[in-house]
T-cell receptor
Framework: NAGVTQTPKFRVLKTGQSMTLLCAQDMNHEYMYWYRQDPGMGLRLIHYSVGEGTTAKGEVPDGYNVSRLKKQNFLLGLESAAPSQTSVYFC?????????????FGPGTRLTVL | GENVEQHPSTLSVQEGDSAVIKCTYS??????FPWYKQELGKRPQLIID?????GEKKDQRIAVTLNKTAKHFSLHITETQPEDSAVYFCAARSTGGFKTIFGAGTRLFVKA
């Protein structure tokens, strides 16, 4: 049971390049989330999904797209990377969004956009 | 929109002392309050949580208190140890809101 995994762990992009971050979970969780973490700003929700085939916007969705074609995977895409997207990205999953349902985080992806 | 404020941003204590981190939330519909610990370069991990129908919860050296009227909740760590050094995040969530709002974090240093 690997929990929540993310690939890649590190990535450096040039402005304008695109990339996809992959999140996978083997806990049969319905809900999945993408956060970004910047110094002094905690975790901010980018997009989330409440089940296979569904996605929704979070607090800071601009410049990102997501897809949840399979229940266990949640992809985060950057179509045209900008330096402002330099951050650490965390994926998380939970069984549901009820009271007490813990979010389990992946190990993070450190992205630098030059 | 919903907001969670967390104080202090940095906290330094001597080993063995207590540490208290305070959070305030804005959404009165919030009913679940988890606390996460994040060690340097690692992922956030849940350390304790509290539901809105409970005023206090304790787990060994850590405890959380909730004042729904004032919309305050706090994390208390007693007999701090160097391995408690980390960033701690509070969060608030309301049922059906599909969002967990995080505080900005408190960096705790425990000096040996």
């Amino acid at each position: 049971n690997a929990g929540v995994t993310q690939t890649p762990k590190f990535r450096v992009l040039k402005t304008g390049q695109s990339m996809t971050l992959l999140c996978a979970q083997d806990m049969n969780h319905e809900y999945m989330y993408w956060y970004r973490q910047d110094p002094g700003m905690g975790l901010r929700l980018i997009h989330y999904s409440v089940g296979e085939g569904t996605t929704a916007k979070g607090e800071v969705p601009d410049g990102y797209n997501v897809s949840r074609l399979k229940k266990q995977n949640f992809l985060l895409g950057l179509e045209s990377a900008a330096p402002s997207q330099t951050s650490v990205y965390f994926c998380a999953s939970s069984y549901r969004e009820g009271v007490g349902d813990t979010q389990y985080f992946g190990p993070g992806t450190r992205l630098t956009v030059l | 929109g919903e907001n969670v404020e967390q104080h202090p941003s940095t906290l330094s204590v001597q080993e063995g002392d207590s540490a208290v981190i305070k959070c305030t939330y804005s959404d009165s519909a919030s009913n679940y309050f988890p606390w996460y610990k994040q060690e340097l370069g690692k992922r956030p991990q849940l350390i304790i949580d509290i539901r809105s129908n409970v005023g206090e919860k304790k787990d060994q050296r850590i405890a959380v208190t909730l004042n729904k009227t004032a919309k305050h909740f706090s994390l208390h760590i007693t007999e701090t140890q160097p391995e408690d050094s980390a960033v701690y995040f509070c969060a608030a969530r309301s049922t059906g809101g599909f969002k967990t709002i995080f505080g900005a974090g408190t960096r705790l240093f425990v000096k040996a």
